[in-house]
């Protein structure tokens, strides 16, 4: 039986996923012996890692919330969902470029305040101070092109938008999914230059804090709208403002409002609702506890941000995992503990990303004690599991 902890509310359709004759389903986090964790936007960054963690599957695309160094140094697999809220945000995005080109924002509230029986004169006569313009035949730069930012490219070409792409990890099956009649710049720069909106799609790492920046948006066109659904600190809050108060930015959209961006002129500050669906929530929690699964019952790797994609089928009578580190000799070490010990091997494969790698051994034989005891004597290696 395997323990499962939730620390958020979890859709009960991802729930499902999980067989209840191998699986207990608690979330109280003082219970022991938790094999997985699934959740959503709960920091675990304070949180004392059960000794037994195997596993943790985020809901959603996100995993600043995950301590994921530390998860790593004690063989811990952290999950995401890539795309499964994709077209939520994508719907959110193509809102933010209306709502940045006409002031209904503004407009709605100015309605509200109305009173008298004059309030259809008082509209029309009003009405002229929210004027804005149309997105057809505007320049749509799309930094990242990743699962949310292929759709919003793909979309804001049929609403008549040129647009322009910018990802130089684009992989082969996204290059595939995006419309023959995107652009493709070769820098980021481009993009700066020639659009007349910009939508972020990146994840948030050392190298990407605060991409866009003072030096950025003089790059920039004059009245460019920029659209953050991303993660907030992609932005420097001061140089957005400076640049809003300059009029060199016309908007910004942001679905991260902090304290220093909120009811600021310029700003569209949204409640961070970029995958706040029904939809969304349900195709999250269906991912992750497959993921899940897959890990705990096969040993299979798939959309982990620690360690590599691995699967390798079913076969002999026992299989084991042993997580890593990715430094020469290890597989050599690994097949002569078989041999030595008279464990034939059936199947093996290894994958490594990073600093870190990722063994799946079958054997015909049964995995003895005495194997897992002289593999965890390997000072590189992480964690061994025995899957029967």
């Excluded at 809901?59 to 890539?82: E, H, L, R, S, W």
């Excluded at 659009?195 to 190298?207: E, F, G, K, M, Q």
């Excluded at 995958?275 to 798939?302: H, P, R, W, Y």
């Excluded at 430094?327 to 093996?348: E, H, Y």
Aim: aromatic residues 6%; contains cysteine; proline residues 3%.
């Amino acid at each position: 039986m395997y323990n499962i902890l939730t620390l958020n509310k979890i859709a009960a359709c991802g729930l499902e996923q999980l067989d209840n004759t191998k699986y207990s389903i608690t979330d109280d986090a003082a219970a022991k012996d938790i094999d997985g964790i699934i959740l959503r936007s709960f920091s675990m960054h304070d949180m004392e890692l059960p000794e037994n963690l195997k596993a943790v599957a985020r809901a959603g695309a996100g995993t600043n919330n995950i301590p994921i160094d530390k998860c790593t140094q004690k063989g811990i697999v952290v999950f995401n969902t890539p795309g499964a809220n994709a077209n939520a945000v994508k719907e959110l995005v193509l809102a933010g470029l209306f709502l940045s080109s006409r002031d209904i924002v503004g407009g709605i509230k100015w309605v509200s305040g109305l009173t008298g029986d004059d309030v259809a004169k008082q509209v029309e006569k009003g009405k002229s101070n929210f004027a804005g313009c149309e997105v057809q035949g505007k320049t749509l730069g799309v930094i990242g092109l990743g699962a949310i930012g292929i759709q919003v490219a793909n979309a804001a070409r049929h609403l008549g938008m040129d647009v322009i792409g910018y990802d130089p990890y684009l992989s082969v099956d996204a290059a595939w999914r995006l419309s023959s009649h995107i652009i493709k710049a070769k820098d980021v720069s481009e993009i700066y230059k020639n659009a007349d909106y910009i939508t972020i799609h990146v994840p948030l790492t050392p190298d990407t804090k605060y991409m866009i920046n003072a030096d950025s948006i003089s790059q920039m066109k004059d009245g460019v709208k920029i659209l953050n659904f991303a993660r907030g600190e992609l932005v420097n809050n001061d140089d957005i403002k400076k640049a809003l108060a300059a009029k060199k930015v016309s908007c910004y959209v942001v679905d991260f409002p902090n304290a220093e961006v909120v009811n600021q002129e310029g700003v569209i500050a949204i409640p961070h609702l970029g995958a706040s669906t029904e939809e969304s929530e349900d195709n999250c929690a269906v991912m992750a506890a497959q993921e899940i699964a897959d890990f705990l019952e096969k040993g299979d790797i798939l959309n982990s941000v620690n360690l590599p994609d691995c699967s390798l089928q079913m076969n002999g009578n026992g299989r084991i995992t042993v997580i890593h580190k990715n430094v020469p000799n290890m597989i050599a070490q690994f097949t002569k503990m078989f041999s030595d010990i008279g464990l034939n091997i059936c199947d093996l494969i290894n994958k490594s990303k990073k600093d870190v790698a990722y063994t799946i051994i079958n054997t015909d034989d049964v995995i003895t004690n005495d194997l897992v005891d002289k593999l965890n004597a390997i000072d590189e290696v992480i964690k061994v599991r025995v899957i029967k």
